[in-house]
């Protein structure tokens, strides 16, 4: 079974605790239904109370929102959606003086279509500079009327939209989001000036989006086996030409020497949905990535093989390169944990949402669960991200009408795939009025299921409440040093156990109450059975 030993870098983000925030979901600080800079940086102190050491900001750049800000127009400003540049600098400053380090999201595989490079390309001519700056081809066909290749949008349909000129551009996501051509070196050039702006302005790290997408295999040649992969790869199968291509490795060291050339730990995340680990390690090498999501232990669920398997895979593929080890559960693209854990919602539905005519999920059991899970996965050495809302126990919204629905998936699938909005409703402050204190406005860009209002932060002070579960975790995590800590299996019965340092985790996956490890008892995710681990529930005991 598989050992790890405690590391001895010193690192923030070898063992850091990132909180994600949604911008236009976490506070509306100005009425207008919709969140932004100021409203982080009035509630900033909350996120520090909870004890994480770094935030982590999804976009806010100058954007037409096509894609909820993964679409960019301006690398190097703010959307009035959500403030100026002042704002950001003030956000930044209050984060560091509360102890918080910053993490900005950066979206290097495609700009927005009313980006000024895309719209320099769609004035020039075929084959000019300015259409080199993204993927533009002739189709196939007698008159070119058929897509260059076989290739799919993840957001569903083909990744090729004709213009009126006759070439077609690539796209991997939406039609608004063209991909940017990595081969040409007036991207990369245009990339390091966008790197340092945001690094002077004293941010401390960047999260990075499909960097495994960047990079094209020459000539763009059809996808294998599109016919059951769709846009996306089957681990066993050769590498399609639209992932994981080997030239990005050298972009990403090439930012490395960037952030090293700055003072302190700045830190790169690659958002790499490279599978298995022993692949994604080679993104963590010392000179590339600081840390990658690790997708594997998010897709587990809460299964107890899948979970003992994505762990194990985890210690061996990363220490193998000397790089930390990621925890995640949640994120703005998948279920809710409490949701996902509630019902039969495995990963390849995770990231299409649960819609109103979907088997709902029992969001009792999946609290039991979450909770138990977040708690399993603190004890656990390396960093982890939490995602705004789940410190409330907040679950999947599942019941969004179509007019409010803005995730691209809904239309481009025509509703089939209901999309990712049900994670990204805007999390209730104080209970009370239609969005529990998250804006003054009537209502806000999405709207809030009913059970928000008795999961409000104000409603949580009790010591049995998730917020207080986690604040009392995580202040637990970082006193005793187990971010930094060693690993190894204690137990793989019902109750699956490991021990970080002095702590053992134990999680009960039987059906009975069963006996606790020895020793003095430290937390629980739920109260005990007269003095056992009750089914479900995960415990931190001393030894
Ligand atoms: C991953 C982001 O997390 C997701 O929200 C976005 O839609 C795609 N990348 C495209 O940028």
Not at 219 to 234: M, Q, R, S
Not at 403 to 430: C, K, N
Request: glycine residues 8%; hydrophobic residues 35%; negative net charge.
């Amino acid at each position: 079974m598989v050992q790890h030993e405690a590391v001895t870098g010193s690192e923030w983000w070898r063992s850091g605790v990132i909180y994600q925030i949604y911008p236009r979901s976490f506070a509306d600080s100005n009425g207008d239904g919709m969140g932004d800079l100021a409203g982080i940086t009035q509630n900033l102190d909350a996120i520090a109370e909870l004890g994480v050491d770094a935030i982590w900001l999804s976009p806010f750049y100058s954007s037409p929102q096509k894609d909820a800000g993964y679409d960019v127009s301006d690398y190097k400003n703010v959307d009035p959606l959500f403030g100026t540049l002042a704002d950001f600098d003030s956000l930044v400053e209050r984060a560091h003086e509360l102890n918080l380090r910053v993490m900005i999201d950066l979206v290097p595989n495609h700009t927005s279509d009313q980006h000024s490079w895309f719209q320099q390309a769609l004035a020039a001519a075929e084959g000019s500079p300015a259409r080199n700056y993204y993927h533009f081809k002739d189709g196939r066909g007698k008159d070119g009327e058929l897509p260059p290749n076989n290739w799919q949008s993840m957001f569903g349909g083909p990744a090729w939209t004709r213009l009126e000129d006759g070439q077609w551009y690539l796209h991997l996501f939406d039609s608004s989001q063209p991909d940017l051509n990595w081969e040409n070196p007036a991207i990369h050039k245009e990339f390091e000036s966008i790197l340092r702006f945001w690094l002077d302005r004293d941010i401390d790290g960047f999260r990075v989006d499909q960097p495994h997408a960047m990079g094209k295999a020459a000539g763009l040649p059809d996808h294998p086996y599109v016919e059951t992969a769709g846009a996306g790869f089957i681990e066993e199968e050769p590498d399609p030409p639209m992932w994981f291509q080997d030239s990005v490795h050298e972009i990403f060291r090439s930012w490395r020497r960037i952030l090293e050339s700055y003072p302190g730990d700045r830190a790169m995340c690659g958002e790499a949905y490279v599978l298995p680990l022993k692949k994604m390690a080679l993104w963590v090498r010392p000179d590339e990535f600081h840390q990658t999501f690790n997708f594997r232990f998010l897709d587990a669920g809460w299964d107890k093989a899948a979970l003992v398997s994505a762990i194990n895979e985890s210690f061996e593929a990363f220490d193998e390169v000397g790089a930390p080890s990621t925890w995640v559960l949640n994120n703005h693209d998948v279920i809710r944990h409490v949701s996902r854990f509630g019902g039969d919602f495995g990963r390849t539905t995770a990231s299409d949402g649960i819609g109103p005519d979907a088997v709902q999920p029992d969001n009792a059991l999946g609290l039991l669960k979450a909770r138990a899970a977040t708690l399993f996965m603190l004890g656990l050495p390396g960093a982890s991200y939490l995602y705004q809302g789940e410190e409330l126990g907040l679950p999947e919204h599942t019941n969004i009408s179509p007019e409010h629905r803005q995730d691209p998936t809904f239309t481009r699938t025509s509703g089939q795939r209901v999309g990712r909005d049900g994670a990204r409703v805007p999390i209730p402050w104080m209970k009370g009025g239609t969005t529990n204190g998250f804006t003054s406005a009537n209502s806000a860009w999405l709207p809030q299921p009913e059970s928000f209002a008795d999961l409000s932060r104000d409603q949580q002070t009790s010591a049995d409440s998730t917020l207080e579960m986690y604040k009392a975790s995580l202040k637990l995590r970082s006193e005793l040093g187990l971010g930094e800590g060693s690993f190894s299996w204690t137990s793989n019965d019902a109750v699956l156990s490991y021990q970080n340092k002095n702590v053992i985790v134990a999680h009960n996956f039987g059906e009975d109450s069963a006996k606790l490890p020895v020793g003095q008892l430290l937390i629980t995710s739920a109260p005990l059975n007269s003095g056992k681990l009750p089914a479900n529930v995960t415990a931190w005991v001393k030894v």
